[in-house]
């Protein structure tokens, strides 16, 4: 692994009871049942400063799971993502008892509007001090789609279209609407923002049309740092355009690679550098101060695990309902319409309904790294240097203790390696993961949308509509 390059750490997490592994809401010493008070998210971004990640990545769904046996039975009893509460709201509490730690917030652009989510997504800016980043999903659940009044979900590529239309009058509102020095706030001149410094935007795209002020003075990092997970073609394509942070899914490392590669290139051809993406993979971690203590653990965690559960999220994954096949019986898996990542690891693997049971207990669909805090902090620093990842999105097994046992045991073992940081770096989150500073790169898509002055006809201060 380079010398000059640290791991990046994100603790993944939904604003629900079950999230990943499914079933560990029964373990005794498991809280997350508490994700309704803002005293266990509170705890918790505490806790995650203390371990000097850079962010707390948060999932969110807007449908629900009932493709397993076609109900919401299961989904029910074993709490799969179901109650799940607003992900953006939590957000404010837990900046408020942190200073560094960054916040990645997942919202589906079918749900709203983006004139009302720009404005959203600003005044997080603002709060956070430029701590806030977005995860842009298209949506993969049928119920999500009938629930928005719609009879079903778009094709696959037509949700990406559609994200592309909704970002790029994003970037018109969060980069072109109000100049950076807008803001003026003269009491003597009762002039708060100067009118020949804030224009209204003009968008007449194939999905969304909008004539509008941007509601929000600009925030520090004006556009959030722009997550996205999607290793389709079309997925990748969309994130060679917009996104800075990616998250993939892979089980070794060279399949790992593979994926990276390819989405290095797609940042490339759209005119970046391939270092202007940061990618994250998913992972797993049961760890203890010795590797036996570390076994023990995850036995204990399997006597509580539902690997049933683990299936029925699967299923709403691939679309395809497991309970209809026997544990051993051929699953054809086609390439459908819901996360095309998640049924080509299925049909690479080959995947029977008994191997997935017990792929699916402890992990989910990603890899499990089992060890003390030597042996995990080397199995990561090797994925780095083998599949080329910049980082990890740790998912949760029993909360808390699963983010605390990995502060105390994994990372000073990652600081004796040089392989992260001991200390925060000062900056927005764009900046810390960068070093380039706040803003977008000029690079990016988004910038040509940016306020320029010389853009205007004639004198500076007057503005014309773009």
């Known amino acids: 692994m380079p010398e000059d390059k640290q791991i990046l750490l994100n603790a993944f997490n939904m604003n629900s009871v079950g999230h990943i592994n499914h079933g560990l809401w029964t373990h005794p010493r498991d809280r997350s049942h508490e994700y309704k008070t803002l005293s266990y998210w509170t705890d918790l971004a505490r806790t995650l400063e203390r371990g000097l990640f850079d962010g707390i990545f ?9 493709v397993y046996a076609g109900s919401v039975d299961l989904t029910l009893k074993e709490s799969i993502q179901l109650p799940v509460n607003d992900p953006t709201l939590i957000v404010s509490a837990m900046a408020g008892v942190t200073e560094n730690l960054g916040f990645g917030v997942t919202v589906n652009t079918s749900v709203e509007h983006p004139f009302t989510f720009a404005r959203r997504m600003s005044t997080l800016d603002h709060l956070t001090g430029g701590r806030i980043g977005w995860n842009i999903v298209t949506g993969y659940l049928d119920s999500a789609a009938r629930a ?10 037509d949700r990406y279209d559609r ?13 072109g609407s109000w100049d950076d020095h807008a803001v003026v706030l003269d009491r003597e001149r009762r002039i708060f923002a100067e009118p020949s410094r804030v224009r209204e935007i003009f968008h007449d795209g194939p999905y969304y049309k909008a004539q509008a002020y941007h509601l929000a003075e600009p925030s520090r990092q004006r556009t959030p740092v722009l997550y996205q997970a999607g290793s389709s073609g079309r997925g990748r394509t969309f994130a060679g355009r917009h996104a800075e942070c990616i998250f993939i899914n892979a089980t070794d490392p060279v399949s790992a690679r593979a ?41 204990d965690y399997l006597d509580h695990a539902s690997p049933e559960a683990g299936l029925a999220h699967f299923s709403a994954g691939t679309g395809i309902d497991f309970s209809r096949f026997d544990l051993d019986e051929e699953i054809q898996y086609g390439t459908g319409n819901a996360i095309q990542s998640v049924t080509q690891l299925a049909r690479q693997k080959g995947w029977s309904k008994r191997q997935l049971l017990k792929e699916l207990a402890i992990g989910g669909r990603y890899p499990l790294i089992v060890g003390d805090g030597g042996k995990v902090a080397e199995e990561l620093i090797r994925w780095v240097e083998e599949s080329g990842v910049d980082g990890f999105n740790l998912t949760r097994t029993v909360v808390p203790e ?18 992260y940081r001991t200390a925060y770096e000062d900056g927005s989150l764009r900046h810390r993961l960068f070093g380039q500073g706040d803003r977008l790169s000029d690079r990016h898509f988004g910038s040509q949308f940016k306020f320029r002055r010389s853009d205007f006809a004639g004198s500076a201060d007057v503005p014309t509509a773009v």
């Open 148 to 157: 928005l009044g719609q009879a079903g979900l778009n094709d696959h590529d």
């Open 58 to 66: 948060l999932a969110d769904i807007v449908g629900v799971y009932d």
């Open 163 to 175: 994200a592309d239309d909704y970002l790029e009058l994003l970037y018109k509102l969060w980069e």
């Open 259 to 299: 994926v990276v590669q390819a989405l290095r290139d797609e940042a490339v051809a759209a005119g970046r550098r391939a270092d202007e993406i940061k990618i994250f993979i998913g992972i797993t971690v049961v760890t203890g101060r010795t590797q036996a203590e570390a076994e023990e653990t995850l036995s």
């Open 402 to 419: 699963s983010f605390e046992t990995f502060i105390d045991v994994v990372v000073p073992e990652l600081q004796s390696r040089g392989a």
